[in-house]
């Protein structure tokens, strides 16, 4: 396997090109990781994280909550997106202008122009939490691109190929990288490798990932 970034944080402002369309902004969100960190402990303290439930009965190791209008739920009745969060009973918390502002950017920066999210889904990783390979395909409209934001301690990507079998290759990404992918990479399954336990400053033992979408 290839692998992108093998020791250390790679340089700010760096962007590696995964495809053609998809990109890591290397350290892009470092200038306002503290307020992302304080949204995030907000977003929380309203709509709880929790582990989700597979429409196969398997519990997510990632524990997950929302903001923004929709939020993306699994249950033993599928995966979708919601207004209500299904725990508290009320709709998620609104966006933090923070969270849209730099995925508008990011997205812009990646060659995304116009992309105004309506989803975000915030997931929490702890040692030996991974995800397993997957697309995500559960939006309505394919042709926005994601953005995905990485706070916390560091985590190795897996980027794959358009069918299950084809060969993954190994990304790091660290605190603060920003990864953008749409256009005829926007369905490439991925996934994240079990995280190792190396304490990051603000965030301890966590890995918290922001990833936004116009799912609606
Ligand atoms: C896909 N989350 O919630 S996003 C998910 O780190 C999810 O929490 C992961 O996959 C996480 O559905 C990964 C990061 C990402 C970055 C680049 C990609 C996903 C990508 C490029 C192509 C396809
Ligand atoms: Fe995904």
């Given at each position: 396997m290839a692998t992108l970034d093998l020791f250390g944080s790679p340089a700010e402002g760096a962007?590696?090109?995964?495809?053609?369309?998809?990109?890591v902004l290397r350290g892009r969100a470092l200038s306002c990781a503290d307020e992302l960190l304080d949204a995030v402990a907000a977003v929380i303290?309203?709509?709880?994280?929790?582990q989700m439930v597979t429409p196969g009965?398997?519990?997510?190791?990632?524990?997950?909550?929302?903001?923004?209008?929709?939020?993306?739920?699994s249950d033993r009745r599928g995966y979708r997106y919601s207004r209500e969060d299904p725990v508290t009973g009320r709709r998620w918390p609104a966006?933090?202008?923070?969270f849209a502002q730099l995925?508008?950017?990011?997205?812009?920066?990646?060659g995304f122009p116009g992309f105004e999210p309506d989803a975000c889904l915030v997931n929490q990783y702890l040692?030996?939490?991974?995800?397993?390979?997957?697309?995500?395909k559960n939006e309505r409209d394919f042709g926005a691109p994601i953005v995905s934001v990485s706070l916390g301690m560091a985590a190795v990507f897996l980027f794959g190929g358009h069918e299950r079998a084809d060969?993954?290759?190994?990304?790091?990404?660290?605190?603060?990288?920003?990864?953008?992918?749409?256009?005829?990479?926007?369905?490439?399954?991925?996934?994240v490798m079990p995280l190792e336990d190396a304490p990051y400053a603000q965030l301890g033992s966590r890995r918290i990932n922001l990833t936004f979408r116009k799912a609606g």
């Open positions: 962007r590696d090109w995964l495809a053609p369309q998809a990109v303290a309203q709509a709880p994280l929790r009965g398997l519990t997510i190791a990632v524990a997950s909550t929302n903001c923004g209008v929709l939020g993306w739920t966006m933090p202008a923070c995925a508008r950017q990011a997205a812009a920066d990646a040692p030996g939490t991974r995800l397993s390979l997957h697309q995500d060969r993954a290759f190994k990304v790091n990404l660290h605190h603060g990288d920003v990864a953008v992918w749409g256009g005829a990479d926007r369905l490439r399954y991925h996934g």
